[in-house]
């Protein structure tokens, strides 16, 4: 996840810094076809063409593989008094054959909340050497309340062999939130967690 992160993060400050859409700066440069069909699904059923811009609100993407998947994800967070909010997250995913769909789902759903503990709150502080949050009442973990709306397109042919449902769903959720940030703030995301550097 933390390689996905730095270099799809990096290719939205590369599509800001040339003034073009990061879907279709993705699009202009991605040619693994699997990749791209899930980047396609994920923005058509998420509306990336008629987002609303309003104050306070981000939209940002990334991609991902892992485990023989492929995934794109496109999140949605509103920004506000330091802190980010994840509303909504829209994922096409390529696991080839889908044998259980709900089993596929939740699976993918699960690694986009893990995914947000990585992006938002989750880290371990230090103080000379101690560790300061050593157990949950200290350490910020997603919660039922922080789960945004998710949607999943399966994007997988029946021609192509199973692969895993877990791993790469949760490798860009990190990136796709930053992107967000990014938008909604101006300021490029650099490191995790995002909330204690708003």
């Known amino acids: 996840a933390t390689n996905h992160f730095a270099r799809e993060v990096h290719m939205d400050e590369i599509s800001v810094g040339l003034g073009i859409d990061p879907l279709a700066f993705r699009l202009n440069n991605l040619s693994h076809e699997r990749l791209r069909c899930t980047l396609v699904a994920a923005a058509e ?9 309003s104050s306070g609100k981000g939209y ?8 023989g998947s ?18 909504r997250v829209v ?22 909340v ?7 709150w989750e880290t371990v502080e230090f103080d000379g050497g101690r560790v300061l949050n050593a ?20 994007t997988g ?7 895993g449902a877990g791993e790469a769903g949760i ?13 909604a703030t101006g300021t490029a995301v650099e490191q995790l967690p995002i909330v204690p550097n708003l």
């Open 45 to 53: 059923a998420f509306g990336w063409e008629t987002r609303d811009n």
């Open 70 to 87: 492929f995934t794109a994800q496109i999140a949605e967070v509103t920004v506000e008094n330091q802190e980010a909010r994840v509303d």
């Open 157 to 163: 042919g029946d021609d192509v062999p199973s692969s």
């Open 91 to 112: 994922v096409g995913f390529d696991c080839g054959l889908v044998v259980n769909p709900d089993g596929a789902r939740n699976q993918i759903e699960g690694s986009i």
């Open 60 to 67: 940002g993407m990334a991609i991902g593989y892992g485990a």
């Open 171 to 183: 490798v860009p959720t990190a990136a796709a939130i930053a992107t967000a940030v990014r938008d």
């Open 135 to 154: 157990g949950f009442a200290r350490y910020r973990v997603p919660r039922i309340g922080d789960t945004p709306e998710i949607e999943v397109v399966v």
């Open 114 to 120: 893990m995914g947000m503990g990585t992006a938002l």
